[in-house]
């Protein structure tokens, strides 16, 4: 069972997607207040560094590593998500010198983190975890972290992302 601050949590554990399934599209809002969508990222390698807070050390470590090391590769994108207000979201990009980094929050009605498996009931937070998608949102690598206050395995994500 997953836990979160030391205490098991409730996750979807079943709605997870595993390697070889289609990514389903969603609907998100950016910091500009925007709607962005799964589709307006299409023909691009993604992935999709989901996050409880970013307003914390880990999540802020988790964000600026994704995109410090992928911010060169070509037609790749990272997106972080999180249930985070996109106001919250802006300010962090700013804050960090990262206003080129995509951030998308589920506050709103929390159907990505149901769609996807990575809602925390408890809290209304998305656990943490790493998607990496092809170009055609065909899951190529994922990793749901049993224990969300830990550091993904951001080699292996970047490996995945460099074999596509």
């Not at 949590?9 to 997870?16: E, N």
């Not at 709607?35 to 600026?64: H, M, N």
């Not at 249930?83 to 995509?102: H, M, R, S, T, V």
Request: glycine residues 6%; proline residues 4%.
């Amino acid at each position: 069972m997953p836990t979160f601050l030391g205490k098991p949590v409730t996750v979807a554990i079943d709605d997870q997607l595993q390697v070889g399934d289609t990514a389903p599209d969603f609907t998100l809002i950016g910091t500009d207040l925007s709607e962005k969508s799964l589709s307006d990222f299409a023909g691009k390698k993604k992935v999709l560094s989901i996050v409880p807070s970013i307003d914390t050390g880990l999540c802020s470590t988790q964000t600026r590593t994704f995109n410090k090391e992928l911010s060169d590769m070509a037609d790749t994108v990272v997106i972080t998500i999180s249930a985070d207000l996109p106001f919250a979201q802006e300010k962090w990009c700013g804050a960090q010198g990262l206003e080129d980094a995509i951030l998308l929050s589920d506050y709103y009605d929390n159907h990505f983190g149901k769609a996807y498996g990575v809602l925390m009931g408890e809290w209304h937070l998305l656990a943490r975890a790493v998607l990496v998608l092809d170009e055609n949102n065909q899951v190529t690598y994922t990793e749901y972290l049993d224990n969300i206050n830990s550091e993904p395995d951001y080699q292996a994500a970047l490996a995945a992302v460099q074999a596509l």
